[in-house]
């Protein structure tokens, strides 16, 4: 069984435009194309913003919750982990898509032998203090119970406001993994808790080898369009980059 994991890709609604949303979108026809059924991981911020309301959903992303509907239906099996940006998805993306939700701050698996941690990466290790103080706040009951009480129109207007994410990552260049989110990853090895850790939030691609174990950190599809593949009965992960030429997609490997 081949895994695929990828995170970060920040869609926000159509029309506006996207600089990784066709890339997806065809990564995911690829892997629903290819011989072999699989796992795709989703490990967070797949939306720069989502939320759902009792009978109301985000829209503009129809193109996307199809194709991983798609995925699923042809016996795919699709999971997600919430990141900052959309955790307060819910029955609705879980029904559009076939997807498993996992609101857990990471994840550990056997795969192929390895134990495999999973996060998005937000909140974990030292430093933002901030956010680690507010995230359990904002994931509440009562907060989502207030948010809920805003029209969606509103809801999503200021959300957006807040966000931009997309703006903002392809203004700055980033280029390094937070000193905290480093040193939380190292601790992990040091205990022994994973061979294997893959996550996400940082938005840098980049595989880093401790001698304990092996960090993949997934970049984005903002910028970057990379993504990471642990093939059956390989010893370590891959991370590719998608190449989309309009009509068809491939990869090549990453750093």
Request: aromatic letters at 14%.
């Amino acid at each position: 069984m081949n895994r695929f994991f990828l995170s970060d890709v920040h869609l926000f609604p159509e029309p506006e435009t996207h600089p990784g949303r066709a890339k997806f979108i065809s990564f995911l026809e690829y892997l629903r194309d290819s011989e072999d059924y699989g796992e795709l991981w989703i490990l967070g911020d797949l939306f720069d913003f989502w939320f759902e309301y009792r009978s109301v959903i985000p829209s503009g992303y129809e193109k996307c919750l199809s194709a991983l509907e798609r995925l699923s239906d042809e016996g795919w099996e699709v999971h997600f982990l919430p990141g900052n940006h959309d955790f307060w998805v819910g029955k609705h993306f879980s029904e559009a898509t076939g997807a498993v939700i996992h609101f857990d701050d990471y994840l550990l698996r056997d795969m192929n032998g390895k134990r495999v941690l999973l996060a998005h990466g937000d909140g974990l290790g030292p430093g933002d203090i901030g956010y680690r103080l507010i995230k359990p706040i904002l994931r509440s009951v009562i907060s989502r119970f207030l948010f809920s009480l805003i029209h969606p129109d509103l809801g999503t207007f200021l959300a957006r406001k807040f966000s931009d994410t997309s703006k903002r990552i392809l203004r700055n260049n980033l280029n390094d993994i937070p000193k905290g989110l480093r040193e939380w990853v190292n601790g992990k090895f040091d205990d022994g808790a994973a061979d294997i850790i893959i996550m996400g939030h940082s938005h840098i691609d980049t595989v880093s080898r401790n001698g304990k174990g092996v960090y993949v950190s997934l970049g984005d599809w903002l910028t970057r369009f990379t993504y990471c593949r642990l093939k059956d009965g390989a010893e370590e992960p891959e991370l590719l980059t998608y190449e989309y030429s309009g009509d068809q997609g491939n990869m090549r490997g990453g750093s």
